[in-house]
Nanobody, 124 residues
Framework: QTQLVESGGGLVQAGGSLRLSCTAS????????MGWFRQAPGKEREFVSAISARGGNTYYADSVKGRFTNSRDNAKNTVYLQMNSLKPEDTAVYYC?????????????????WGQGTQVTVSS
C-alpha cells in the first residue's frame, strides 16, 4: 500500500511563495505518475499539476501556469510543488496523488492513492 505524506503548507501573503512536498512510501516510486490537486471551501477538487513517472513531462492548469513548478526527486521518493506569486484564489487544501502508470492524468478519478492534504492560505 502506497502512502503519501504532504508538507509545506501554511499562511503567506499575496505575492509570496511556498513549496509543497509529497513523500511516498515504498520502493517503486519511479513507477508512479504524480498529481497535485486542490479543493477550496464549497468548491470541487480541481487539477493543479501533474508530472510523469520519470519526470520528463509536466502539466499545469491554466490558472497556475507560469507561477507553479512541479518537480520530483525519485531518489528521495518525493514530488515538489513550488508555488510563486501566490494569489488569494490559490487558497485551498492541496493534495498529492499517485497513479501506477508512466504518464500522468488531469483526472482525479484516475489516481489510486492520495495524501491527507495540506492547507495553503494566501492573504490579500
Amino acid at each position: 500500500q502506497t502512502q503519501l505524506v504532504e508538507s509545506g503548507g501554511g499562511l503567506v501573503q499575496a505575492g509570496g511563495s511556498l513549496r509543497l512536498s509529497c513523500t511516498a512510501s515504498g520502493p517503486t516510486f519511479t513507477n508512479y505518475a504524480m498529481g497535485w490537486f486542490r479543493q477550496a471551501p464549497g468548491k470541487e477538487r480541481e487539477f493543479v499539476s501533474a508530472i510523469s513517472a520519470r519526470g520528463g513531462n509536466t502539466y499545469y492548469a491554466d490558472s497556475v501556469k507560469g507561477r507553479f513548478t512541479n518537480s520530483r526527486d525519485n531518489a528521495k521518493n518525493t514530488v515538489y510543488l513550488q508555488m510563486n506569486s501566490l494569489k488569494p484564489e490559490d487558497t485551498a487544501v492541496y493534495y498529492c496523488a499517485a497513479q501506477w502508470r508512466p504518464y500522468s492524468s488531469t483526472l482525479a478519478k484516475e489516481y489510486a492513492y492520495w495524501g491527507q492534504g495540506t492547507q495553503v492560505t494566501v492573504s490579500s
